[in-house]
């Protein structure tokens, strides 16, 4: 009884520490948890793609210092599989941003609000077992790797221009 009492409140603090830790980075680093945001929100399948290039480029070396068969290179793994987690939430604010944008702008909500429940909902849909395992949590983390790593580059994704009805200069 008390392993099953232990998992569940693991797993309680687990879910009210994740929303907490994305609304900690969106109110200490607005500015590049707002860049994470504009590409998950303007750029969805490039932030994918490099989200994979990277996921690929940082599990190589993991995985190769975990396999060997020396105690600090096994450290220098973990340490660097916690660090690469620990950054890509950083995409993963910018994502729940997106969510909590989106929901507010369907409710009188603050932005605060949206946000937290765009956390709590990623959150919750990552939770579920298979469809969010599969079909949310992966791309999910491969997207959050993307945002984190166009917002840490500061790569802002290019403003579309209008094309004007007018296309030469008028004199005043």
């Known amino acids: ?23 900690a980075w969106w109110l200490l680093f607005p500015s590049l948890i707002a ?21 690929i480029a940082v599990t190589i070396p993991i995985v190769i210092l975990l396999a060997l068969p020396f105690g600090p290179a096994k450290f220098i793994g973990w340490i660097l599989l916690g660090a690469a987690l620990a950054i890509s939430t950083i995409g993963s604010a910018g994502i729940a941003a997106h969510l909590g944008a989106r929901l507010a702008k369907h409710s009188n909500m603050t932005p605060l609000n949206g946000f937290i429940r765009g956390a709590v909902i990623l959150e919750l849909a990552a939770f579920f077992p298979l469809i969010g395992w599969l079909f949310v949590w992966i791309p999910i983390i491969l997207i959050s790797f993307g945002a984190t790593g166009f917002a840490l580059l500061n790569w802002s994704p290019r403003e579309k221009t209008q094309p004007s009805a007018n296309p030469l200069p008028t004199q005043a």
Not at 3 to 17: H, P, Q, V
Not at 39 to 48: A, G, I, S, Y
């Open 1 to 23: 009884m008390a392993d099953i009492s232990a998992i569940f409140f693991i797993l309680l603090i687990i879910g009210i520490a994740f929303p907490a830790m994305l609304t």
């Open 35 to 55: 860049r994470a945001h504009s590409r998950v929100e303007k750029t969805p399948w490039q932030t994918f793609w490099l989200g994979l290039i990277l996921v």
